[in-house]
């Protein structure tokens, strides 16, 4: 997995092995840039939950989506 990647598993709570876990950990501890960017994709994160509501679209978009998705 990239390292970009990685970061971005981390914040969303989504890596399961422990010691990938525990690298990450220590990355962001000790490499500004790495730390960097995991405080803006946690920031982002936050930002977006908070900005936007939770919740399903109609039935009406999801037949146009999922009719435009077979068409591809």
Do not use: P, W
């Not at 995991?38 to 009406?60: D, E, M, N, P």
């Amino acid at each position: 997995m990239e390292l970009q990647e990685e970061i971005t598993a981390y914040v969303d709570n989504q890596l399961h092995d422990q010691l990938i876990t525990l690298r990450m950990r220590e990355l962001i501890d000790l490499d500004a840039v790495i730390r960097d960017e995991f405080l803006i994709q946690k920031k982002v994160k936050i930002l977006l939950s908070t900005r936007f509501a939770c919740g399903c679209s109609s039935k009406r978009l999801q037949k146009k989506i999922l009719s435009n998705i077979s068409r591809m």
